[in-house]
C-alpha cells in the first residue's frame, strides 16, 4: 500500500538539514506523507534521488560517488542509514546524476520519517554477502556496491578475490579486478553456520590474470582517504564457526587451478580464509593487521598480521 499523500521538495544546492561539504551531495531532498491507517500493511518503495555534477564536486575529487548512500535525515538528531541495494548514475558526462534504493519504508529500521531529509551522504556502512561472487563483483554484496575502505563486510558464501570463476561453471564470470587492494575493507567477518549457506563461508585469494596489479597484495584496514599513499591499518579479520567439520582443502597452484576453473557451483565450496599458492611472479600475500580466529586458515601464500 502507498501512502494517501506524499510530497517531495528538491532543493538544488542548498544544505540538507545536517549538511557535511566533503560527503554530502548539496541538494536537500524534504519527504513528507501521510501515515497508513490502522491495519493496514507498512509500504516500502523503491527511491531514485537526482542531483548536479556541480551538487557533488568534493565527492567526485575524492572518489567518493561511488559509495553515496541514503539517510533518514531529521533536523535535530543524527542521520540514520536506510534502504540496501543501491543502483547509481554517476558518470560525469551526464548532467544529471541519480541513486537508486531499495525498501525505505514507513516504519522499521529503514523509515524515512515524514517532514525529514533524505540525505545523500558518502559514508561507511556494514555489507554482506548475499551470493558467491568475486569480491569486486557488485552483484555478491548487500549495497550491490564493491565494499569501500572504510565498510566493513560479513561474509556468508564463497567469496574469493583476485581471479575469474567462468560463467560456465555456474559462477559470476565476472573479471573486473578489485578496486581498493590496499584497503579492501575495514573490519571483515568471515561468519559460518550449520545452514546449507554459512556452511561454505569463505575467502578465497589467488592470482590469474585479471588480479589488481599490485604486487600480489591483498591488504584490509581503513585509510584517511581514498586519494591516500598509506596502506590500511587497523583491521580486524574474524572467523567465526568456520570448519566445525569437513576436511581442509589442499591450496598448492594445482588446487587454485583446480578450484577457479574447473570446481562447479554444485559442488561443496570452501570454508574460512583460504590463500592459494601462485605460479606468477609474485606470491598471493594476505595482510590484516588484527586477526581472530575460530575457524580455519588454509595459506600456500603469505599471510601477515600486524602492522
Not at 568534493?58 to 539517510?71: M, Q, S
Request: aromatic share 10%.
Amino acid at each position: 500500500r502507498v501512502p494517501a499523500s506524499l510530497s517531495v521538495t528538491s532543493l538544488p544546492a542548498t544544505n540538507p538539514n545536517q549538511f557535511v561539504a566533503s560527503s554530502d551531495v548539496h541538494r536537500k531532498l524534504n519527504v513528507t506523507y501521510t501515515a497508513p491507517q490502522a491495519g493496514t500493511p507498512v509500504w516500502t518503495a523503491t527511491v531514485r534521488a537526482g542531483f548536479r555534477e556541480d551538487e557533488c564536486v568534493p565527492l567526485r575529487a575524492a572518489g567518493l560517488l561511488g559509495a553515496v548512500r541514503t539517510f533518514d535525515d531529521p533536523s535535530i538528531t543524527a542521520p540514520r542509514k536506510i534502504g540496501d541495494h543501491y543502483n547509481r548514475n554517476i558518470d560525469s558526462a551526464c548532467v544529471l546524476h541519480w541513486v537508486s534504493v531499495d525498501n525505505i519504508s514507513f516504519a522499521g529500521p529503514n523509515a524515512l520519517g515524514s517532514g525529514n531529509d533524505l540525505l545523500l551522504r558518502a559514508a561507511p556502512s556494514t555489507l554482506y554477502s548475499v551470493r558467491p561472487g568475486r569480491w569486486s563483483n557488485p552483484a555478491t554484496w548487500s549495497d550491490n556496491t564493491e565494499p569501500y575502505p572504510f565498510d566493513s563486510v560479513v561474509v556468508y558464501h564463497n567469496v574469493w578475490a583476485g581471479f575469474t570463476r567462468p560463467a560456465s561453471n555456474g559462477w559470476d564470470g565476472y573479471s573486473v579486478p578489485e578496486r581498493f587492494p590496499n584497503a579492501m575493507a575495514a573490519a571483515v567477518v568471515i561468519q559460518g553456520g550449520p545452514d546449507s549457506v554459512a556452511q561454505h563461508a569463505a575467502l578465497v585469494f589467488g592470482q590469474d590474470s585479471t588480479a589488481p596489479v599490485n604486487n600480489g597484495l591483498f591488504r584490509f584496514g581503513n585509510i584517511p582517504s581514498l586519494a591516500s599513499t598509506r596502506l590500511g591499518t587497523d583491521c580486524l579479520l574474524q572467523i567465526n564457526d568456520c570448519g566445525a567439520s569437513g576436511s581442509l582443502a589442499s591450496t598448492s597452484q594445482a588446487d587454485f587451478l583446480q578450484y577457479a576453473l574447473f570446481r562447479t557451483s554444485l559442488q561443496p565450496g570452501l570454508r574460512g580464509l583460504v590463500i592459494y599458492g601462485s605460479n606468477r611472479n609474485t606470491q598471493t600475500l594476505v595482510h590484516v593487521n588484527d586477526f581472530q580466529n575460530a575457524g580455519w586458515l588454509q595459506n600456500s601464500g603469505i599471510f601477515e598480521v600486524g602492522d
